[in-house]
Protein backbone atom coordinates (compact mmCIF):
# COMPACT_ATOMS: atom_id res chain seq x y z
CA UNK A 1 0.00 0.00 0.00
CA UNK A 2 1.13 3.85 -0.93
CA UNK A 3 -0.50 6.85 1.10
CA UNK A 4 -0.32 10.08 -0.95
CA UNK A 5 -0.52 13.16 0.24
CA UNK A 6 -0.13 16.53 -1.93
CA UNK A 7 0.26 20.10 -0.89
CA UNK A 8 1.12 23.33 -2.40
CA UNK A 9 -2.09 24.26 -4.55
CA UNK A 10 -3.58 27.62 -4.06
CA UNK A 11 -5.28 30.80 -5.70
CA UNK A 12 -2.67 32.71 -8.12
CA UNK A 13 -2.86 35.22 -10.76
CA UNK A 14 -2.81 34.40 -14.39
CA UNK A 15 0.95 34.01 -15.50
CA UNK A 16 1.65 32.79 -11.86
CA UNK A 17 3.44 30.10 -10.67
CA UNK A 18 2.67 27.27 -7.77
CA UNK A 19 5.18 24.02 -6.40
CA UNK A 20 3.03 21.17 -6.46
CA UNK A 21 4.41 18.75 -3.59
CA UNK A 22 3.31 14.73 -3.10
CA UNK A 23 5.00 13.15 -0.35
CA UNK A 24 4.57 8.81 -0.12
CA UNK A 25 4.71 6.84 2.29
CA UNK A 26 4.40 3.18 2.77
CA UNK A 27 6.03 0.74 0.10
CA UNK A 28 9.51 1.42 -1.70
CA UNK A 29 8.55 4.98 -3.22
CA UNK A 30 11.41 4.58 -5.69
CA UNK A 31 9.83 1.60 -7.12
CA UNK A 32 6.77 3.67 -8.64
CA UNK A 33 6.14 5.94 -11.97
CA UNK A 34 4.13 8.76 -10.81
CA UNK A 35 1.97 11.09 -12.60
CA UNK A 36 0.25 14.22 -12.01
CA UNK A 37 -3.67 14.31 -12.86
CA UNK A 38 -6.10 16.93 -12.57
CA UNK A 39 -9.76 17.27 -12.88
CA UNK A 40 -11.83 20.73 -13.72
CA UNK A 41 -15.59 21.17 -12.48
CA UNK A 42 -17.78 19.26 -14.91
CA UNK A 43 -14.86 17.29 -16.17
CA UNK A 44 -12.82 14.01 -16.67
CA UNK A 45 -10.09 13.74 -14.53
CA UNK A 46 -6.92 14.25 -17.22
CA UNK A 47 -3.16 13.51 -17.84
CA UNK A 48 -1.02 16.04 -16.87
CA UNK A 49 2.67 15.01 -16.83
CA UNK A 50 4.51 11.34 -15.41
CA UNK A 51 8.04 10.56 -15.00
CA UNK A 52 9.45 7.33 -13.76
CA UNK A 53 11.10 5.17 -11.28
CA UNK A 54 14.71 6.81 -11.82
CA UNK A 55 13.45 10.68 -13.22
CA UNK A 56 15.06 9.77 -16.36
CA UNK A 57 11.96 9.69 -18.59
CA UNK A 58 9.13 12.30 -18.26
CA UNK A 59 6.41 13.09 -20.22
CA UNK A 60 3.42 15.75 -20.97
CA UNK A 61 0.00 16.46 -21.77
CA UNK A 62 0.33 18.89 -25.05
CA UNK A 63 -1.61 21.42 -22.71
CA UNK A 64 1.01 21.93 -20.39
CA UNK A 65 4.45 21.31 -22.04
CA UNK A 66 6.88 24.04 -21.78
CA UNK A 67 5.32 25.55 -18.39
CA UNK A 68 4.63 22.36 -16.30
CA UNK A 69 7.89 20.27 -15.03
CA UNK A 70 7.84 16.78 -12.90
CA UNK A 71 10.75 15.94 -10.83
CA UNK A 72 11.20 13.87 -7.89
CA UNK A 73 13.10 13.11 -5.11
CA UNK A 74 13.68 9.24 -4.24
CA UNK A 75 15.60 10.15 -0.73
CA UNK A 76 12.44 12.27 0.29
CA UNK A 77 9.48 10.01 -1.33
CA UNK A 78 8.28 12.72 -2.88
CA UNK A 79 7.50 13.74 -6.22
CA UNK A 80 6.87 17.85 -7.38
CA UNK A 81 5.01 19.79 -9.95
CA UNK A 82 6.22 23.25 -10.88
CA UNK A 83 3.59 24.88 -13.03
CA UNK A 84 4.62 28.43 -14.43
CA UNK A 85 2.76 30.47 -16.71
CA UNK A 86 -0.77 29.56 -15.09
CA UNK A 87 -3.63 30.29 -17.28
CA UNK A 88 -7.32 30.50 -16.13
CA UNK A 89 -7.86 26.70 -17.40
CA UNK A 90 -5.22 25.40 -15.27
CA UNK A 91 -7.77 25.52 -12.87
CA UNK A 92 -8.94 22.09 -11.18
CA UNK A 93 -8.15 19.56 -8.32
CA UNK A 94 -4.16 18.31 -8.83
CA UNK A 95 -4.16 14.65 -8.02
CA UNK A 96 -1.20 12.90 -7.33
CA UNK A 97 -0.66 8.95 -8.49
CA UNK A 98 1.33 5.82 -8.43
CA UNK A 99 1.49 3.04 -11.24
CA UNK A 100 3.66 -0.11 -11.16
CA UNK A 101 3.95 0.09 -14.50
CA UNK A 102 6.34 1.73 -16.91
CA UNK A 103 5.88 5.32 -17.17
CA UNK A 104 2.46 5.70 -18.61
CA UNK A 105 -0.42 8.59 -18.89
CA UNK A 106 -2.94 5.98 -19.10
CA UNK A 107 -5.34 6.77 -15.48
CA UNK A 108 -6.40 3.41 -15.49
CA UNK A 109 -2.52 2.02 -15.12
CA UNK A 110 -2.10 4.29 -11.68
CA UNK A 111 -3.63 2.30 -8.74
CA UNK A 112 -2.48 4.57 -5.53
CA UNK A 113 -4.36 8.52 -5.74
CA UNK A 114 -3.89 11.29 -2.87
CA UNK A 115 -6.85 13.29 -2.29
CA UNK A 116 -5.77 16.29 -4.05
CA UNK A 117 -4.74 19.76 -3.91
CA UNK A 118 -6.89 22.62 -5.48
CA UNK A 119 -5.48 25.19 -7.96
CA UNK A 120 -7.10 28.31 -8.45
CA UNK A 121 -6.02 30.48 -11.24
CA UNK A 122 -7.59 33.87 -11.36
CA UNK A 123 -7.65 35.71 -14.61
Known amino acids: QVQLVESGGGLVQAGGSLRLSCKAS????????MGWFRQAPGKEREFVAA????????YYADSVKGRFTISRDNAKNTVYLQVNSLKPEDTAVYYC????????????????WGQGTQVTISS
Open 26 to 33: GRTFSRYT
Open 51 to 58: ISWSGGIT
Open 97 to 112: AASGEAVTRTRREYVY
